[in-house]
């Protein structure tokens, strides 16, 4: 089967490229998976454009949208083995640590399927007049392009996929060229929740040949992304020209303090494991350390 999921059909890369992927835990071939480029991102937003257009997902009512979140919250936690497996393969993450992760994917659905499924249509501010009402009513954005990484892939596609539906967007996603698999997987759950044809769509490839065509898009009103800084600036620059919103999670490292009177030895196990926990690639752990000369009781 195809692997590019675009207007609804699962489709193969215009040019016919492919791409190995490969496990880093020990460089077995996982899969060859189609490769998309310019033309497959070019069709993707034309179809998230079409069907953010017609309205018929940015005017469903909001607590139909939030029930279609649950039950995609439901068929993950059923299909939850099978999503933990393909991460592992991708990211060469221990099988446990993927499993972990299930959950918080699920919940991630069912938070924003919860969020609207209480059907708020906004909320009536008080203007200090008796004649005058006036009320914030949320709107769709539009055509969001979601640009996620490779080391939590499918825990940071549930958290740009997941708000994006609630609030009525349409979208193409684009995950990390090295790790496709579990995006992949997820598009067909979408299909199963009966997610309407055009909402969501599905490209894979590198960076320059998908990610830059997104990001460059005048029909595209925002790009989410999440990688290394010198993308994000590039991203930040190639929107301005039609001043899309865009939203930059740029990762970095935090500091490990060891104070004078701490347990040196267990500081040392403590860095070490918070480090290369997940291969090493998490964004928050401390990759780099401080000594203090002073008690951390005083």
């Known amino acids: 089967m195809p692997e590019l999921f675009i207007d609804g059909q699962w489709t193969a890369a215009a040019e016919g490229r492919k791409r190995e992927i490969r ?8 899969a060859t998976v189609d490769e998309g480029g310019p033309q497959d991102a070019e069709a993707a937003v034309a179809a998230a454009r079409a069907a953010f257009d017609r309205g018929t997902w940015p005017g469903t009512p909001a607590a139909e949208r939030g029930r279609l979140l649950l039950r995609v919250a439901e068929l993950l936690e059923r299909d939850k083995d ?6 592992s393969l991708d990211t060469g993450k221990r099988l446990v640590e993927s499993a972990y992760d299930m959950d918080d994917i699920a919940n991630c659905f069912r938070y924003f399927g919860n969020l609207v499924a209480a059907g708020d249509a906004g909320r009536v501010v008080d203007t200090g007049l008796a004649d005058v009402d006036s009320r914030i009513v ?33 979208f193409v996603l684009k995950p990390s060229e090295l790790t ?7 598009m067909g759950l979408l299909v199963e929740a009966e997610l309407p044809e055009g909402v969501a769509n599905l490209v894979l ?4 040949a998908v990610g830059a065509p997104l990001t460059e898009d005048p ?10 800084l010198a993308t994000g600036r590039r991203i930040m620059a190639a929107a301005a020209p039609t001043v899309k919103k865009v939203a930059l999670e740029l990762g970095g490292k935090n500091p490990n303090i060891v104070f004078a009177d701490a347990d040196f030895d267990t ?32």
């Open 180 to 186: 496709p698999h579990t995006a992949v997987l997820l």
């Open 267 to 298: 500081a040392v196990d403590y860095a070490l494991m918070a480090v290369f926990l997940r291969l090493g690639a998490g964004l928050r752990p401390p990759g780099r350390g401080s000594s203090c000369r002073t008690s951390c009781t005083t």
């Open 23 to 30: 496990c880093p835990a020990d460089g077995t071939l996982v």
């Open 219 to 228: 029909r595209v009103d925002l790009v989410s992304f999440t990688g290394g």
């Open 205 to 208: 490839g590198a960076g320059a």
């Open 82 to 87: 099978t999503f933990a497996r393909a991460e």
């Open 138 to 170: 949320y709107e769709p954005v539009g055509v969001c392009a979601l640009i996620t990484p490779w080391n939590y892939p499918l825990l940071q596609t549930a958290w740009k996929v997941a708000p994006a539906l609630a609030a009525g967007n349409t």
